[in-house]
């Protein structure tokens, strides 16, 4: 077939024949192009009908057009114009492979930016993508680009950079309207950069830059080349800015990556038959793809009448592609297929002149996380088919025979032809064990996990107006543990709140306002309101206003249920939260519990993995209950640490992202509020020692708002006063955080400087009126002889808790009269120690078996094994263990691994 001209006449290469009224010129067509290899700035001196190979890496001379291969060498030359040429364009480059030309292009990047992907990319894009967010720190949200209306929510004009598009998709061939999407990212966000990768397409069949698009990207080792002897990639765009300005072309040559000049002649050498290859292969592609759809399979291919988004695909390209890919309902009949061929390649990559056949999700996707893959609806059955030159009744026989083997076809002598067989029990059984959440039986439906609470030991009320604080985590813990169901329903039993207990059908959920978030994908900063208020329009309808608090716990475990979901995988399971910090205190019980439920979903979705039990270590702080065990991964803290600030917004609105982070991360962290003058941010205290505390509950509640509107009014009365204390309070932070991280400093030195600030900070806040007499009823208790021990307020002051240190030589009869005479005076008292480690998770998980859940009522005892699965039901016992025993009992029933 041939393509439709290029719109752009500048690129065109004339015919011969000068123009005339009589004669007028017309340009050559596509495969012509292809063919006739002609640069006029750049003649050979000898007219060599074939580009000369300039196997040099220098030149001589001074102020020439080449000086060093990296920079510019003329074979390459030759291949950029004619690349430009036959793809409409002004500018291109030839680089050492795809995924160089895609990392030069998102070298335009920087931090704080934002791209928009589509969801279903080739493997090591989406692995590229997964590193410039973690190390780059920029935002990626993954969307379903065959609905232009999904990006609208995300263009920002100010923090969307780029849009990276596929069309069709690898594999799942789905269509994105580029010509669509590239004028709604013009008209909102213009200066954005509309990427397409064209790999499966070429420009022969395919210019993006016809339609709208910035920068195309094509792995050139494949159709360009088209016989997979060299590794190449080009980029071709239009903006002068992009190609120069904004540094394409510096940094291919500060890279160092451009295409070297034997793979510049071959590359050439391969462009020149594009149109004669891409025309048989795709026609002995459609008949393929024909065969197995009347067979009865799922195939993709966009040259079938029923394939989505066809009309939009036949207005932007000049044909159907040689890449198609179907399902056959079963992982290991596709394994059976795939070994069965023999003319049909096992190899990934495509573009060759040999068909190739291949497994996505095992191959050339593999580096996408099985959750990752299921939650963008990438079937792991999926066979992609990459359709050669070779003659197609060949290829047709092969895979018939193949497809026979297998068991995936069979003879229908009625009909006289073949026909898939139908898996129907299988599917069914498939279906329904889904349906209830129950796929996987090893116990991934039971986590034990736990976080602990925080207080902050300087800079309180202080924070609001730009002082650094410090905040510690405390050994109170929220403990949470996760059971699975048998009868499709989630559950949640917050034993802290009032002994709530809901349930919920699984299927009545409100999935169809959910927008799910990928795993490489990170939350919006804006919560979903519209599923906020299907929740409580809802299913927690029915809740009262003074279960106020068991709504927003429900809200924020629910809400992150759904949007984690990956697919139709929905886990049936019970979450119990308990909890050894007072709640309301100021401790932050809310953050714990928001770590436990982020960390518990996480797994039950396989979201986040655990590594193996590694031997004891003792780095860093010392938990006292776990001997300084540090096992989690960074990674999943983060990522854990994410979505408990998600859990802490829908709590609480807008917080500072303090608590949760503690929570997550334990130890101590400084952090000063932006907006100030001060560097802003959160920044741990490395070397941070555990210390000795005694929390000291007033049990006497307390106004937050109101205390912090108070001291913001006395700031405006009082303003020279209040901002003396601020900067008070900020040389107390200051110093602490000095000492805190001098390793050099002698523990009883440390101590001793530690409790004089904390009676000096103290001593400001009282000033700026936020403490209690409760508070300082507790204060001059602890202070009184015999303990002489330093104590302040923790939190909002006005009540909740104080805070008193313990040195290491506090004799234990001392300590035990203290807790009496605290106790004595109506006040609950926790000892514990201040700056352990952070989130847990047990480990391995399944100490107890796979113990299903059974619903109030019918619980059956600790000792007996459940119903479920070959273990005893640990819910029961977490449910009736009193507070007291809570942490010993959860210590004893294996090794936990800690952040």
């Not at 020149?272 to 795709?282: F, H, I, P, S």
């Amino acid at each position: 077939m041939s393509a439709a001209l290029p719109k752009l006449p500048i690129h065109d290469l004339p015919t011969p024949e000068p123009e005339s009224p009589f004669r007028p010129r017309k340009p050559y067509r596509f495969s012509t192009l292809c063919a006739t290899v002609e640069n006029p700035s750049n003649k050979d001196q000898f007219g060599s009908s074939s580009v000369p190979i300039y196997q040099t890496a220098t030149f001589k001379g001074v102020g020439g057009e080449y000086d060093y291969s990296r920079s510019g060498n003329p074979t390459r030359s030759h291949l950029e114009h004619h690349i430009a040429k036959i793809s409409s364009a002004a500018h291109a480059f030839a680089v050492s492979s795809g995924m160089a030309a895609l990392d030069v292009i998102l070298r335009l990047l920087k931090p704080g930016d934002e791209i928009i992907a589509g969801d279903d990319l080739y493997g090591g894009t989406n692995r590229l993508l997964t590193y410039i967010r973690t190390h780059v720190g920029v935002t990626v949200h993954h969307v379903d680009t065959t609905n232009p209306s999904t990006l609208l929510p995300l263009i920002d004009v100010t923090k969307t950079a780029m849009v990276l598009l596929e069309s069709p998709t690898n594999p799942l061939l789905k269509i994105a309207d580029l010509a669509k999407i590239s004028k709604d990212i013009k008209e909102r966000a213009p200066d954005a950069i509309v990427v397409v990768d064209n790999t499966m397409m070429s420009p022969y069949l395919q210019r993006p830059l016809e339609h709208g698009a910035d920068v195309v990207y094509d792995s050139a080792t494949k159709y360009l080349s088209g016989h997979h002897d060299l590794m190449a990639g080009v980029i071709t765009c239009n903006r002068d800015d992009v190609a120069k300005a904004r540094q394409i072309a510096f940094t291919i040559n500060a890279v160092g990556n451009a295409l070297t000049p034997i793979d510049s002649f071959l590359l050439l050498r391969g462009i020149k038959t594009l149109a004669v290859r891409m025309d048989r292969q795709q026609s002995s592609a459609s008949q393929v793809a024909t065969y197995l759809h009347s067979l009865g399979f799922v195939v993709h291919y966009p040259g079938l009448p029923d394939h989505p988004g066809r009309e939009i695909h036949q207005r932007i390209a000049d044909g159907n592609g040689a890449v198609l890919s179907f399902e056959t309902g079963d992982k290991g009949l596709s394994e059976k297929i795939v070994g069965g061929t023999r003319l049909w390649g096992i190899s990934v990559s495509f573009g060759c002149v040999n068909s190739l056949i291949s497994m996505p999700c095992v191959m050339s996707h593999a580096s996408i996380d099985p959750a990752t893959r299921a939650a963008r609806g990438l079937p792991e059955d999926l066979i992609r088919l990459c359709v050669g030159i070779e003659d197609p009744s060949d290829l047709l026989d092969d895979l018939e025979h193949a497809l026979i083997d297998a068991g995936a076809i069979q003879l229908d002598v009625s009909q006289n032809k073949y026909v898939k067989v139908r898996q129907v029990e299988d599917d069914a059984i498939s279906r329904a064990v889904g349906k209830l959440g129950l796929k996987d039986t090893d116990g991934d439906h039971e986590w034990f996990v736990s976080a602990p609470g925080k207080v902050i030991l300087f800079g309180e009320h202080a924070v609001v107006h730009g002082v650094t604080a410090i905040a510690a985590s405390v050994d109170l813990r929220c403990y949470g543990l996760t059971t699975p169901r048998l009868d499709g329903k989630i559950s949640a039993h917050f034993t802290d709140i009032d002994n709530f207990y809901c349930e919920w059908i699984i299927d009545d959920l409100p999935w169809h306002v959910v927008k799910p978030i990928a795993i490489d994908e990170e939350h919006p900063e804006i919560l979903d309101q519209v599923l906020v208020d299907a929740l409580n329009t809802g299913p927690l309808k029915d809740l009262t206003e003074a279960q106020r608090h068991a709504r927003a716990a429900s809200i924020a475990f629910l809400y992150m249920y759904l949007v984690l979901t990956r697919g139709d995988v929905r886990p049936s399971f019970n979450f119990t939260a308990r909890s050894t910090l007072p709640i309301g205190a100021g401790l932050g019980s809310s953050a714990s519990f928001s770590a436990c439920a982020a960390s518990a979903l996480l797994l039950l979705h396989k979201r986040i993995s655990i590594p193996p039990l590694p031997a004891p270590t003792t780095s860093e702080h010392i938990h006292i209950s776990h001997q300084g065990r540090r096992a989690i991964p960074p990674a999943v803290a983060e990522e854990v640490n994410r979505w408990a600030f998600v859990a802490e917004k829908i709590l609480h609105g807008n917080p500072s992202g303090v608590d949760n982070s503690v929570a997550v991360f334990g130890g101590a962290l400084a952090y000063t509020r932006p907006g100030f003058e001060r560097k802003s941010g959160m920044e741990g205290i490395a070397g941070f020692k555990s210390f000795k505390f005694l929390l000291t509950n007033s049990k006497v509640p307390r106004d937050t708002k109101k205390l912090v509107a108070g001291v913001g009014q006395k700031k405006i009365d009082e303003p020279e006063t209040v901002a003396g204390l601020l900067n008070s309070i900020q040389s107390i932070s200051d110093e602490a955080r000095r000492a805190l991280a001098d390793p050099e400093m002698p523990r009883e030195v440390l101590l001793a400087a530690i409790s004089t600030l904390i009676r000096e900070n103290h001593t400001h806040l009282v000033s700026l009126g936020v403490s209690h007499p409760a508070l300082e009823l507790i204060r001059s208790t602890t202070g009184a002889a015999p303990y002489s021990l330093s104590t302040k307020l923790t939190g909002a002051g006005g009540g909740g808790c104080a805070v008193t240190l313990i040195p290491d030589d506090f004799k234990e009869e001392t300590l035990k009269a203290l807790l009496d005479e605290i106790v004595a005076q109506q006040f609950d008292p926790y000892l514990t120690s201040v700056g352990g480690s952070g989130l847990g998770i047990l480990s391995p998980h399944r100490t107890t078996g796979s113990a299903a859940y059974l619903p109030p009522g019918q619980v059956t005892p600790p000792e007996t094994p459940s119903p479920g699965g070959g273990g005893v039901n640990l819910c029961p016992v977490f449910q009736a263990k009193r507070v007291l025993e809570l942490s010993q009992w959860a210590d004893s029933l294996g090794r936990w691994l800690y952040v």
